[in-house]
């Protein structure tokens, strides 16, 4: 269904200022020099991890161990991403030949 030019540019500008906003906000809430509460430093230190686990979870809930493969791709790729994040420490790194190697597994050798 095709949309009209006004509509578009009414879409395009919430979604800029939504973005916008979500980005002043934390600025305006917590400017330099207030305290910032203890619950929102919590969270800053708990959140990457815990959403970072909840998509790996997400990732790998379709994965299936019953058949061959086995998850072969899966395991292999995951092993990789740890391994090279714990060696070099660089998130696009690990996850970007992570993702390679998935790729490469499943399309080429796990057919």
């Known amino acids: 269904m095709p949309i009209d030019a006004l509509t ?10 939504t973005t916008f906003a979500t ?3 934390p600025f305006l809430l917590f400017p330099k020099g ?15 991890p815990a959403v970072i ?9 379709n994965t ?5 493969p086995y998850g072969a791709a899966e395991l ?9 994040h714990i060696w070099k420490r660089n998130n696009l790194l ?4 992570g ?3 998935y790729m490469v597994l499943i399309q080429m050798v796990f057919v």
């Open 76 to 84: 292999i790729s995951c092993v990789t991403v740890v391994g090279l």
């Open 64 to 68: 299936t161990i019953t058949q061959r």
């Open 53 to 61: 686990g909840m998509l790996v979870v997400y990732c790998l809930r």
């Open 34 to 48: 207030k305290e910032i509460p203890p619950m929102i430093q919590y969270l800053g230190k708990v959140l990457t």
């Open 94 to 97: 690990s996850i970007g030949v």
């Open 23 to 25: 980005r002043v906000v």
């Open 8 to 17: 578009s540019l009414l879409i395009i500008l919430v979604v800029a200022v």
């Open 99 to 101: 993702t390679v190697l």
